[in-house]
């Protein structure tokens, strides 16, 4: 009878949607050595019916520079339910929103962090790694509850129980910029060699960025801060 | 600007594979009258590259016989890093396996429960659900790590933080099979109607059941223990 054994684990998976945020966490995973010939980088990015289907193509060409082993997309469409800006054709993207309003903005995908987490723990699994690196950002960001602290922590408690490898050793999930800003993300950024000129932002996923809505904005603010120079395109550069 | 309003929600989701459990769990939630004109069941099913893809038959069955008022089909490939023999077509499914060993069977698919969960949960907040039935069994079941109390209970507290919805008013997980043993899951499911000639739980997805497989095999089991007939067929009758 075949058995399913736990081997001991030390690979890395990563998610990258291709944005500043995770292209930032990929370089950083790279630069501080998890890719090795004994110790690989599985990358993971998803297609889960957004508008920005642009950003795909940048986490192929990132995943490329930082030695993937193997970079997976799984496909699947939350459009089902819709609900989200992101993945309702119905509802537009926001523009030069109060980026200090305390709501929950219309761009937000219910439970995604907790699905893009899930996935990624199946593929640490099957990939033996130890490590689910995920580029949350709960200083500069759209107030989003999914990018919280209290959210990790939970579903690093959840990691024990929730699968066999979890229970023998734990599965770490890493958040190296939850507590920067967008302007020290983009300092990491530079550090780590990241090409921003491969990274996109913009939820629209025109052939330019259009410079409005909140993802486009927190980037500027962020390369502005920081006086670093973006190597992407706008329409306009909103403030 | 458009906000997110989280409206009072009352709805039911049912995650329905189309098995014995889910069946049974579903017809169950309409017996205790979630189907009404102002409190509707959504159900949801996973195409997951999974072999036995005849379970999707079985699922849109008993959706209509259960007055769902949307079906959803989530489509993803879980192949795509495979590990299991349910996904991974270079893996056999077991026959006639000890059903006492403790060991972790092949079939177990890394995380699958959880990424179940997640797109409920996203499902539930998008449709203003407060309560996600999953037919998930801790007695007479293949051991997966994912079925057990501390799983569901550990997935209890991620709702909280993990969605907007799920943080000013829980979304409970209902587990009412968990504590029965699969002949009191058949009897259940006599009570409350099941008709099993439309459920399927074969893990090969042949044209007859196998009868060998862990899944087969419990459900034999369950229906000669309850005195029941089961209403499909079967190729072998093992024990």
């Known amino acids: 009878m075949k058995k399913r054994n736990v081997?001991?684990?030390?690979?890395?998976?990563?998610?990258?949607?291709?944005?500043l945020d995770s292209s930032t966490c990929a370089y950083y995973v790279r630069h501080i050595g998890k890719s090795q010939p004994n110790q690989k980088i599985f990358t993971l990015t998803f297609n889960y019916g957004?508008?920005?289907?642009?950003?795909?193509?940048?986490?192929?060409?990132?995943?490329?520079?930082i030695k993937s082993s193997k970079h997976a997309i799984i496909k699947f469409n939350l459009g089902e339910w819709g609900g989200s800006a992101l993945t309702d054709l119905n509802i537009k993207v926001p523009k030069n929103?109060?980026?200090?309003?305390?709501?929950?903005p219309i761009t937000y995908v219910p439970a995604r962090n907790t699905i893009f987490l899930a996935?990624?723990?199946?593929?640490?699994?099957a990939v033996n790694a130890s490590e689910i690196y995920?580029?949350?950002?709960?200083?500069?960001?759209?107030g989003y509850i999914d990018c919280r602290p209290s959210f990790i922590k939970k579903f690093q408690e959840l990691t024990k129980v929730a699968t066999v490898a979890g229970?023998?050793?734990?599965?770490?999930?890493?958040?190296?910029?939850?507590?920067?800003?967008?302007?020290?993300?983009?300092?990491?950024?530079?550090?780590?060699?990241?090409?921003?000129?491969k990274t996109w932002?913009?939820?629209?996923?025109?052939?330019?960025?259009?410079?409005?809505?909140?993802?486009?904005?927190?980037?500027?603010?962020?390369?502005?801060e920081a006086g670093v120079k973006d190597r992407i395109r706008y329409k306009v550069k909103s403030r």
Do not use: M
């Open 50 to 65: 957004q508008k920005h289907k642009k950003e795909l193509t940048s986490a192929r060409l990132i995943a490329s520079e």
């Open 134 to 142: 995920i580029g949350v950002n709960a200083l500069d960001y759209s």
């Open 167 to 197: 229970s023998k050793e734990t599965i770490k999930i890493k958040t190296p910029l939850i507590h920067l800003t967008k302007a020290e993300i983009v300092k990491l950024g530079e550090k780590v060699g990241v090409d921003w000129s």
């Open 201 to 224: 932002s913009c939820y629209e996923g025109g052939k330019l960025a259009c410079g409005e809505c909140d993802s486009c904005r927190l980037r500027l603010k962020g390369f502005k």
């Open 119 to 125: 996935f990624a723990l199946s593929y640490a699994e």
């Open 97 to 104: 929103r109060n980026l200090k309003e305390k709501s929950i």
């Open 7 to 19: 081997k001991k684990f030390k690979n890395t998976v990563v998610l990258l949607s291709g944005g």
